[in-house]
């Protein structure tokens, strides 16, 4: 045993070299283990060196102990004390990434990878890594070899032996032989298909750009052509199967873990269109369908896998047609208005943390860049680069960037990129967001080299740098004169005025142009389905012009029918029952979420027809369940059954939102909904329900994936907030309480930890990336908040709730109800927080005051800054707050002597205070129709701009569709927000009254 001055002393010298737990760190280096170095100095100062020191032991321990027996441990022991280098790469790696050390820890030979240290082993490039992967004959082992190539470059990384650009660039390579390794497994393992077609892999993104993160989707386009003499369906065929298989083999997940996601979805038509295009068809679809963001990704397009020949075929081909992308109409400003929906589209809660996307961020330096080389570009071939830095230097050296502006945008940039390195590496997980956490931000910050206050030095920098950013994209990104600049070339030619073109501009058409050249895609030629289109398209043209953008309704409607033209079904649903086509319409054109929806799966359509499809009728609870559980027990694991059940979810959000758009726009047979109460009732129930039958599937999927039939618990999953109350929005989350309770014969910590492991899968299937609307399960009204525990056991709520329980707890359980899981235990849940819910003899004045108090607090403090106070629904004067605080003081107050009082739903719990006579009739109904209303704008935000929002959107046309959602004919939004201002107006009064005692 160390005697306690030794241990003193060896605690002080852990301390200065930067551990956090020196006490663990003490008992580490005692263990046997580490005996035959512990007491070389050379060791602590290498270890103190490191990112996290505390990390980089543990993970030299662990690898120590993985090694063959203890001759294999002293050559690992040797060789770390006598080899510098190989210390600071080991090390340096180990302190920087966990998840790196659990690879050294399942493969204890790999840490020799990182032994030589010779001059072609600094910057090694596709060659190096494809001999690295040669050995690879599988996903597993492809895997394997990758995670080793990939230590190699973070250990070069960490040790500051590459900078940021080299270590992007070998990333880049390392994915461009990872690519070409999967398509030879693909190959070998289809030899006909291989020798039936010739297939290039483009890279994209920052792939293609030789810019790559740690952790990235790798995005690609292929390109496919026949071996000669073979014929071209087929070949294009063959070609789809392998660069299927070549995907699968990098994105699937295996005992060994995934690589990345091969992403297609840049191709034409994106998830739409066929995988593998032949060049003249992608020649095709550039010359007349892409839109400006897809040339500016053509940026970056680079062949990297397959048939080399033919991928720079592709890019030459459409070099030509990228270069020309800044003489379309409105370019500048549809790039900017692109990046602008971008920072819109971050959820409030990210984006001060968000690093990628955020203001300031790197996509501000890289669409500012992108957007200089388009415009100039043109006649500058220097500036033709798919790398951000090397353009942002050849802009610098043509004199379109200021050389300071250029050198501050280029530190900015390795800086933020490096802090994104960082953060991606520690996990190796695709984030962009800097973390909360001190730990991390410290482990970040000494990373890079900032050690006095690491946390902090590390926040003032990204702070200064993401400030700098931002006044430079502002500068660079809006200046008058590009859009002069792209305006200089001549655009295409133009039609003609004629009478066709007439009648569009009558009807409203913003760009007859584009209109034109839609309907002559959709009516041209003699086939039978241009003569049903032309059939319907006078009819179509006018439903589209009785909404807030016509255009949009009939660009719309040409994508669906581009991918539904040849089901034999499609035009004749639409000819043939006249309630379909005039749905169709109505949803195509009043905003971007059913669209977006319709998109992803254009079979829905027939969800507009009157025919067996179920219609436009939500369907319940129970119908819903029964088939995502069905479809749970076909699926093959959990992420399978996940990506079904969001199938079964994105249909179902169609039909709703399908159903909400027809009756708040009404149909020539069918008058728009009176009872807008009833619509929100309606669509609340329907999305909430099928949250509810979402979860129940993906809970049987996790309890069948770990458990087989039986969980070693019962479970139950609580709905609460608006998920409780059946009034759940497009755009909400579903707040939750998850409670268990050991089966008889289980052990209490083995029923805790199957009930923890069910949460943690549950909430990692449904947080898996997609392109669906999110469905993000928040747990943080269960006790103690985030600090507590996710899943507690039934008697572990009773016993919290018996002592610490706080009134504004009582107030959260107003919503409780079950939504999933065991019945049973459910039932008894709710019968537990009843009395809380619903106290005998009411609040006290304490409580009363201490609910007011809370309220006024939310108010100041959760109301975004600049928002009008008058038009934000949740928040605002006489909003979605006010109203449901003061039903639920009623219900608190009341509801243990008013049984009516005891629902989950706002606005049964108000009608029952009425019939209680706690309120009058007037105020009652005063009440109601400002929730109504402002459930309405919320629904309507989220329908029009296609995600959620509380306040009236700014944009004028987003603006005129909500009106129009909300009955309001063109021209009357002024009308739409004052009559928004008066009704809330009065409620406020009304909540003074009541909740107040105004």
């Known amino acids: 045993m160390t005697a306690p001055g030794r241990r003193s002393s060896t605690f002080t010298r852990l301390l200065r070299h930067g551990f956090t737990d020196p006490s663990a760190a003490e008992r580490l280096l005692e263990g046997t283990e580490l005996a035959p170095v512990r007491s070389d100095p050379v060791l602590l100062d290498a270890l103190g060196a490191t990112a996290d020191p505390d990390l980089a032991l543990i993970g030299l321990v662990r690898l120590v102990e993985a090694q063959d027996g203890p001759p294999a441990q002293r050559e690992l022991l040797d060789t770390l004390i006598a080899a510098k280098p190989l210390r600071d790469r080991l090390l340096g ?137 073979a014929d071209e369906g087929k070949a294009v065929q063959a070609a789809t199967r392998l660069a299927s298989h070549m995907m699968r083999i990098c994105s699937e997940t295996t005992v060994e873990g995934s690589i990345w996601p091969v992403d297609a979805n840049l191709r034409p038509e994106g998830r739409n269109g066929p995988l593998v295009r032949t060049l003249s068809s992608h020649l095709a679809y550039y010359q007349r369908w892409a839109k400006t963001w897809e040339f500016q990704a053509l940026l970056k397009a680079r062949p990297v896998a397959g048939d080399l020949d033919l991928g720079e075929e592709y890019v030459a081909t459409l070099a030509p047609l990228v270069w020309q992308a800044a003489e379309r109409e409105n370019f500048v400003a549809d790039v900017q208005k692109m990046r602008r929906r971008v920072v819109e589209n971050i959820p409030a809660a990210e984006i001060e943390r968000e690093l990628k996307l955020g203001p300031g961020g790197l996509r501000d330096v890289e669409f500012a860049v992108q957007l200089l080389q388009l415009v100039h570009g043109r006649a500058d071939t220097t500036l033709r680069s798919g790398t951000t830095l090397d353009a942002l230097k050849a802009l610098a050296a043509g004199g379109y960037v200021g050389r300071a502006d250029a050198v501050q945008l280029d530190d900015a940039y390795r800086f933020l990129r490096s802090m994104e390195h960082r953060i991606q590496l520690f996990r190796l997980r695709r984030t962009h967001l800097v973390p909360r956490d001190e730990a991390d931000l410290r482990r970040i910050g000494r990373s890079l080299g900032l050690r006095a206050d690491p946390a902090v030095e590390l926040n003032r920098e990204w702070k200064r740098h993401t400030a700098m950013v931002r006044r430079l994209h502002e500068k660079l990104f809006y200046r008058p004169l590009l859009d002069a600049v792209a305006q200089l070339a001549p655009g295409e030619s133009r039609l003609s005025p004629d009478a066709a073109r007439e009648r569009l501009v009558a009807l409203g058409y913003a760009d007859p142009a584009a209109a034109m050249r839609h309907l002559e895609a959709l009516a041209s030629g003699v086939s039978r389905k241009a003569a049903i289109q032309r059939t319907l398209l006078p009819v179509l043209l006018g439903w589209f012009a009785d909404s807030a953008d016509p255009d949009a309704g009939l660009l719309n409607f040409r994508k669906v029918s581009d991918a539904l033209g040849k089901t034999p079904w499609y035009l004749r649903l639409l000819r043939d029952e006249g309630a379909a086509a005039e749905n169709l319409a109505r949803v195509l054109s009043a905003g971007r979420l059913a669209p977006d929806l319709l998109m992803r799966a254009p079979e829905a359509v027939a969800l507009l027809g009157d025919g067996e499809s179920g219609g436009l009728e939500p369907r319940g609870r129970v119908q819903l369940e029964q088939e995502i559980l069905a479809a749970v027990r076909r699926a093959d694991g959990g992420e399978q059954a996940v990506t079904v059940v969001r199938g079964v979810r994105r249909r179902e959000l169609f039909r709703i939102a399908a159903t909400d758009i027809v009756a708040s726009y009404g149909t020539e047979e069918t008058p728009a909904v009176a009872d807008q109460g009833a619509l929100v009732d309606l669509v609340g129930g329907a999305v909430s329900d099928l949250t509810a039958a979402t979860l129940a599937g993906t809970l049987r999927a996790v309890v069948r994936d770990g458990w087989g039939d039986t969980l070693p618990t019962r479970f139950a999953v609580i709905g609460m907030g608006r998920f409780g109350g059946h009034e759940l929005g497009y755009g909400s989350d579903a707040d939750v309480l998850f409670v268990h309770e050991p089966r008889e014969g289980v052990d209490e910590q083995e029923a805790a930890r199957a009930a923890n492991a069910v949460v943690s899968e549950m909430r990692r299937l449904l947080q898996i990336p997609s392109a669906d609307p999110p469905l993000l399960i928040d747990a943080d009204l269960r006790p103690e908040g985030k600090s507590g525990p996710l899943v507690r056991t039934l008697k572990s709520y009773e016993a919290y709730y018996r002592r610490w329980s706080l009134v504004w707890e009582s107030q959260a359980l107003l919503r409780a109800e079950v939504v999933a899981g065991d019945a049973d235990l459910g039932s008894r849940f709710v019968e537990l927080v009843d009395p809380l819910r619903y106290p005998a003899e009411g609040l006290g004045e304490e409580a009363v005051r201490e609910i007011r108090r809370l309220k006024a607090r939310m108010e100041s403090e959760r109301m975004p800054r600049g928002a009008d106070p008058t038009l934000h629904t949740k928040l605002g004067r006489g909003g979605l707050s006010d109203v449901e605080w003061t039903v639920q003081l009623m219900q608190l107050r009341h509801g243990w002597a008013e049984p009516g009082l005891r629902t989950t739903r706002t606005r049964q719990a108000l009608a029952a205070a009425r019939a209680a006579e706690l309120l009058s009739t007037e105020d009652a109904a005063t009440l109601d129709e400002a929730w109504v209303l402002a459930t309405r704008v919320r629904n309507a935000v989220m329908l029009v701009r296609g995600r959620a929002g509380d306040t009236f959107p700014s944009d004028g046309r987003e603006l005129a569709a909500v009106g129009r959602y909300l009955g309001y004919d063109p021209g009357h939004v002024g009308d739409m927000l004052d009559d928004y201002r008066r009704t809330t107006r009065r409620a406020r009064a009304v909540v003074d009254e009541l909740f107040y005692g105004a």
């Open 93 to 229: 790696v180990l302190g920087a990434s966990a998840a790196l050390g659990d690879h050294l820890a399942r493969h204890p030979h790999d840490w020799q990878a990182l032994v030589t240290y010779e001059a072609r082993d600094l910057h090694p490039g596709v060659q190096e890594f494809e001999r690295g992967l040669a050995d690879a004959t599988d996903p597993v082992s492809l895997r394997v070899a990758y995670r080793r190539c990939l230590l190699s470059i973070a250990a070069r990384d960490v040790c500051g032996t590459t900078d940021l650009a080299q270590t992007a660039a070998e990333l880049a390579d390392l994915a461009t032989a990872t690519l070409r390794a999967a398509l030879a497994v693909a190959r070998a393992a289809a030899p006909d298909d291989a020798a039936l077609c010739r297939l290039a892999v483009i890279a994209m993104g920052k792939c293609g750009g030789h810019e790559l993160n740690y952790v990235s989707d790798v995005d690609v386009i292929f390109v496919g052509e026949g071996t000669e003499g």
